[in-house]
C-alpha cells in the first residue's frame, strides 16, 4: 500500500512512530541536503550554468526512467533502453546524414517504438518472461547498432540537431523542457486514463486484471512501445548532444533507469508506483553525479556512493511499509 | 634527489636511442604567481598507458602549483559520461581542460561549449575533430610505421612480412600501418609485404589472423603489428608453431607483457609512445596559454625504440607511472 494511493491513505490507520508522511519529504529532503552540501563545497554547483548542466544531463536518464517506470509498475522491466539509444543514435544519425531534420529524428523514435514494440508483443503472445525478452532486445539491439555501423560513429550530421540538446527555450534548456514535458504527460497516463488503471492493474494481480475483463495483452504491448518511444526521444537527445552517431553509447544506462525508478521507491514487482517518485529518482542521481564531479571526488568512489543509496533507499522503503502494515 | 639524477642520465641514453623525429622537448615554464586549476579528461585509468599519462598531468601539475581534477570515463564506450564530465568542468569554472577525447566526432559540441566559456582546451593523445582546440599533442603515428618500416630494413633487408593492422577506420593504427608500406615499398625492395588483415586489438584475434597466415604464406619472416594486443596473439601463434624467435615481430606500445616477450626474444621490437611526457606536455603548455604566452598548434611527443639489447637499460620514467603510484 502506498501513500500515493488516496483510498490506501485514508485506510491505514496513522503509525505513531511517523507522525506525517515521511515517504513524501525524504526524497526531497534528501536532495536538498545534497544540494546544501554540495553548494558550500563548491559555490559553483547553484550556479545557473550548473543548474542547467544537471538539466542537460539527466534529460536523457529522465526519459529512459520514464518509459521504465511503466513498465515495473506494469509488473514488468525494459533491460533493452540502454541498446536502444544506440539504435536510434546510429539509425537517426544516418536518416539525418541522409534525409535532413524532420525524417531523421521521426525515423529514430521510430525504430526505438518499433524495437519496443517487438519486445511488446513477444511478452503479450508468449510466456517468456519480461526479464528474459528485453535481455535479449539489450543484446539484439546493441548488436544491430555495431553492424550498420561496422563499429564507427555516423559523422557529418546537420548541425540544427544541435539545438536539441544544447539549445535554450528562454532560460530553460531544450533537453530539460522535453523531459520535464514528458513527466506531465506521462503522469497525466498513468494517473487519468484507464489504460494507466489498467497497467496498475495487471501489475498488481495480473489474473485478477484478466478476470475483470482487461485486455491484459493489448495494454502490455502498449507499454513496452511507450518504453521504447521514451528510449527513441532520449536517443535523439543524446544524438545532438553528441553531434554523432554512436553505436556504443548508453552502456548501462538500463541499469541507472532502473536505479532512478526504485530509488523513487516504485516497488519492482509492480502494482505500485508513480512518476513523481521517479522525477525524485532521477535527481537524486543526476545531482549526485554532478555535485560529486564539481567536488572532485573520482568517478569510482561515485559508483559506491550510487549503490550504497540504491540499496538504503529500497531498505527505508521496506522498513516504513512494514511500521505501516 | 638520487634517483632523479639516475632518471635524467638514463633519459639521455633514451633520448639518443629514439629516432623519432618528433619534438625533443617542450621545457617546463616558470612557476606562475597564481595557481590555476586544470581539468584533465581521461578515456580509460584501467589502461596502463594512460595510467601514466595520469601520472605525468598529476606530477608536471605539481611542479607547477597548478592543481589537477581528473575524470576517468571508463571506457571508450561511455561519451555520454565524459560530455557531463567536460560540461561540469566548465560550471566549475576550471582554467584550462586537458582532453584525451573517446570519440572524435561526439566530443565536437561539447568542446564548443568550452570554447564559448573561454576556457582553452589542450587535446592530448586521442584527437576529437572539433578544430577549436588551443594546441593537440600527440605522437606522431607516420613516425611510429616508419620506425618499425627503418628496423626491419635494418635487421632484415631481404624476406616475407605479413601486417596485422588492428581496428579498420580507427586513424592511429590506419596512420601507422599506411607509412609502415609507404616505406618499405619506397626503400626496401627486398622485402615483400605478403598480406594485410584488419581486426579488434585483442589477442585472440591476433592468434586467429597469425594462425591463417602461417596457413595462407610457407615463409614469414616478421609480423609487423599496429597495436599491441594483437602481436600478443602473433607471439602465441608463433610460439605453438615452433617458429617463436625465428619469426620478427615489431609492434607498437608497451604494456607489461610486450615487456616480458621483448625480454624473451619473442618480440624483436616495440616502438614505445610516452604518455608521461603527454600528460607533462599538456600541462605545460595549459599553463604558457594561461600565462598569455604563444604556444604552438601541434607537438608530437618523442617515441622510443625498444629491443633485447637496450630492454634492461631503456627509462621507462617517460612512458609508465612509477610502480604502486595511483591518482589521488
Known amino acids: 500500500m502506498t501513500a500515493d494511493s488516496d483510498t490506501a491513505v485514508a485506510a491505514a490507520p496513522r503509525p505513531r512512530l511517523l507522525p506525517f508522511a515521511w515517504d513524501r519529504v525524504a526524497l526531497p529532503g534528501f536532495i536538498l541536503l545534497m544540494g546544501l552540501v554540495f553548494g558550500s563545497l563548491n559555490?559553483?554547483?547553484?550556479?545557473?550554468?550548473?543548474?542547467?548542466?544537471?538539466?542537460?544531463?539527466?534529460?536523457?536518464?529522465?526519459?529512459?526512467?520514464?518509459?521504465?517506470?511503466?513498465?515495473?509498475?506494469?509488473?514488468?522491466?525494459?533491460?533493452?533502453?540502454?541498446?536502444?539509444?544506440?539504435?536510434?543514435?546510429?539509425?537517426?544519425?544516418?536518416?539525418?546524414?541522409?534525409?535532413?531534420?524532420?525524417p531523421g529524428v521521426v525515423g529514430g523514435i521510430l525504430a526505438a517504438t518499433l524495437a519496443g514494440?517487438?519486445?511488446?508483443?513477444?511478452?503479450?503472445?508468449?510466456?517468456?518472461?519480461?526479464?528474459?525478452?528485453?535481455?535479449?532486445?539489450?543484446?539484439?539491439?546493441?548488436?544491430?547498432?555495431?553492424?550498420?555501423?561496422?563499429?564507427?560513429?555516423?559523422?557529418?550530421l546537420p548541425t540544427e540537431i544541435q539545438w536539441i540538446g544544447a539549445g535554450s527555450l528562454g532560460p530553460l534548456p531544450v533537453p530539460g523542457v522535453i523531459a520535464a514535458v514528458a513527466f506531465v504527460g506521462a503522469h497525466w497516463l498513468l494517473r487519468r486514463t484507464s489504460f494507466g488503471r489498467y497497467v496498475y492493474a495487471m501489475g498488481g494481480?495480473?489474473?485478477?486484471?484478466?478476470?475483470?475483463?482487461?485486455?491484459?495483452?493489448?495494454?502490455?504491448?502498449?507499454?513496452?512501445?511507450?518504453?521504447?518511444?521514451?528510449?527513441?526521444?532520449?536517443?535523439?537527445?543524446?544524438?545532438?548532444?553528441?553531434?554523432?552517431?554512436?553505436?556504443?553509447?548508453?552502456?548501462?544506462?538500463?541499469?541507472?533507469?532502473?536505479?532512478?525508478?526504485?530509488?523513487?521507491?516504485?516497488?519492482?514487482?509492480?502494482?505500485?508506483?508513480?512518476?513523481?517518485?521517479?522525477?525524485?529518482?532521477?535527481?537524486?542521481?543526476?545531482?549526485?553525479?554532478?555535485?560529486?564531479?564539481?567536488?572532485?571526488?573520482?568517478?569510482?568512489?561515485?559508483?559506491?556512493?550510487?549503490?550504497?543509496?540504491?540499496?538504503?533507499?529500497?531498505?527505508?522503503?521496506?522498513?516504513?511499509?512494514?511500521?505501516?502494515? | 634527489?638520487?634517483?632523479?639524477?639516475?632518471?635524467?642520465?638514463?633519459?639521455?641514453?633514451?633520448?639518443?636511442?629514439?629516432?623519432?623525429?618528433?619534438?625533443?622537448?617542450?621545457?617546463?615554464?616558470?612557476?606562475?604567481?597564481?595557481?590555476?586549476?586544470?581539468?584533465?579528461?581521461?578515456?580509460?585509468?584501467?589502461?596502463?598507458?594512460?595510467?601514466?599519462?595520469?601520472?605525468?598531468?598529476?606530477?608536471?601539475?605539481?611542479?607547477?602549483?597548478?592543481?589537477?581534477?581528473?575524470?576517468?570515463a571508463g571506457g571508450y564506450?561511455?561519451?555520454?559520461?565524459?560530455?557531463?564530465?567536460?560540461?561540469?568542468?566548465?560550471?566549475?569554472?576550471?582554467?584550462?581542460?586537458?582532453?584525451?577525447?573517446?570519440?572524435?566526432?561526439?566530443?565536437?559540441?561539447?568542446?564548443?561549449?568550452?570554447?564559448?566559456?573561454?576556457?582553452?582546451?589542450?587535446?592530448?593523445n586521442v584527437m576529437t575533430n572539433n578544430e577549436k582546440v588551443a594546441i593537440r599533442i600527440r605522437s606522431d603515428d607516420t613516425v611510429i610505421g616508419e620506425t618499425m618500416a627503418r628496423f626491419l630494413h635494418e635487421r632484415l633487408k631481404k624476406g616475407s612480412v605479413v601486417m596485422q593492422s588492428g581496428p579498420a577506420g580507427a586513424s592511429a593504427f590506419e596512420l601507422r600501418a599506411k607509412s609502415f608500406r609507404a616505406w618499405i615499398e619506397k626503400n626496401t625492395p627486398g622485402i615483400k609485404i605478403l598480406g594485410e588483415r584488419h581486426?579488434?586489438?585483442?589477442?585472440?584475434?591476433?592468434l586467429k589472423n597469425m594462425e591463417d597466415f602461417l596457413q595462407t604464406f610457407p615463409q614469414i619472416d616478421a609480423v609487423y603489428n599496429s597495436a599491441d594486443f594483437v602481436a600478443i596473439g602473433a607471439a602465441q601463434a608463433l610460439k605453438a608453431a615452433g617458429k617463436a624467435g625465428k619469426v620478427m615481430i615489431v609492434t607498437a606500445d608497451f604494456q607489461p607483457d610486450t615487456e616480458r616477450m621483448v625480454r624473451e626474444?619473442?618480440?624483436?621490437?616495440?616502438?614505445?609512445?610516452?604518455?608521461?611526457?603527454m600528460g607533462r606536455w599538456a600541462i605545460r603548455a595549459a599553463v604558457n596559454i594561461l600565462e598569455k604566452r604563444e604556444v604552438p598548434k601541434l607537438l608530437y611527443t618523442p617515441i622510443l625504440s625498444v629491443t633485447k639489447d637496450d630492454v634492461a637499460t631503456v627509462d621507462l620514467s617517460t612512458v609508465r607511472a612509477p610502480a604502486g603510484w595511483k591518482p589521488k
Open chain 1, 43 to 102: 559555490p559553483n554547483f547553484f550556479s545557473w550554468t550548473n543548474l542547467t548542466n544537471v538539466a542537460r544531463q539527466s534529460s536523457v536518464l529522465a526519459l529512459l526512467s520514464i518509459g521504465q517506470t511503466f513498465a515495473i509498475v506494469s509488473g514488468g522491466i525494459d533491460l533493452s533502453v540502454g541498446s536502444l539509444l544506440a539504435v536510434v543514435s546510429v539509425l537517426g544519425s544516418m536518416q539525418l546524414v541522409a534525409f535532413g531534420l524532420v
Open chain 1, 205 to 325: 494481480n495480473e489474473a485478477a486484471a484478466i478476470a475483470a475483463g482487461i485486455n491484459v495483452r493489448w495494454h502490455k504491448f502498449f507499454v513496452y512501445c511507450l518504453s521504447g518511444f521514451c528510449a527513441g526521444v532520449a536517443g535523439i537527445v543524446i544524438t545532438s548532444r553528441t553531434l554523432s552517431g554512436q553505436p556504443t553509447v548508453g552502456e548501462t544506462l538500463e541499469l541507472y533507469a532502473i536505479a532512478a525508478v526504485v530509488i523513487g521507491g516504485t516497488r519492482l514487482g509492480g502494482g505500485d508506483g508513480s512518476l513523481i517518485r521517479t522525477l525524485f529518482g532521477v535527481i537524486v542521481i543526476a545531482v549526485l553525479g554532478n555535485g560529486l564531479n564539481l567536488i572532485n571526488v573520482s568517478s569510482y568512489i561515485q559508483l559506491i556512493v550510487i549503490g550504497a543509496i540504491i540499496i538504503v533507499a529500497v531498505g527505508f522503503d521496506l522498513w516504513r511499509r512494514e511500521r505501516r502494515a
Open chain 1, 117 to 156: 514494440a517487438v519486445s511488446g508483443l513477444l511478452i503479450a503472445r508468449t510466456r517468456i518472461p519480461p526479464f528474459i525478452v528485453t535481455l535479449g532486445m539489450l543484446s539484439l539491439a546493441r548488436g544491430t547498432a555495431f553492424t550498420v555501423t561496422g563499429g564507427m560513429p555516423v559523422v557529418g
Open chain 2, 265 to 277: 626474444g619473442v618480440v624483436t621490437q616495440a616502438v614505445v609512445q610516452q604518455p608521461v611526457t
Open chain 2, 77 to 124: 564506450q561511455y561519451l555520454d559520461k565524459q560530455i557531463a564530465q567536460i560540461e561540469d568542468l566548465i560550471a566549475s569554472k576550471v582554467d584550462a581542460i586537458c582532453l584525451v577525447a573517446v570519440s572524435g566526432p561526439g566530443t565536437v559540441p561539447v568542446v564548443d561549449r568550452a570554447a564559448a566559456a573561454g576556457i582553452p582546451v589542450v587535446n592530448v
Open chain 2, 199 to 206: 581486426s579488434l586489438n585483442t589477442p585472440d584475434q591476433g
Open chain 2, 1 to 72: 634527489m638520487r634517483r632523479i639524477l639516475v632518471a635524467l642520465g638514463v633519459l639521455a641514453v633514451g633520448a639518443t636511442l629514439a629516432w623519432a623525429a618528433s619534438h625533443e622537448s617542450y621545457p617546463r615554464p616558470g612557476k606562475p604567481s597564481k595557481s590555476y586549476t586544470i581539468g584533465v579528461l581521461v578515456p580509460q585509468l584501467t589502461n596502463p598507458h594512460f595510467l601514466g599519462q595520469a601520472y605525468g598531468y598529476m606530477d608536471e601539475a605539481e611542479r607547477l602549483g597548478a592543481k589537477v581534477i581528473l575524470h576517468d
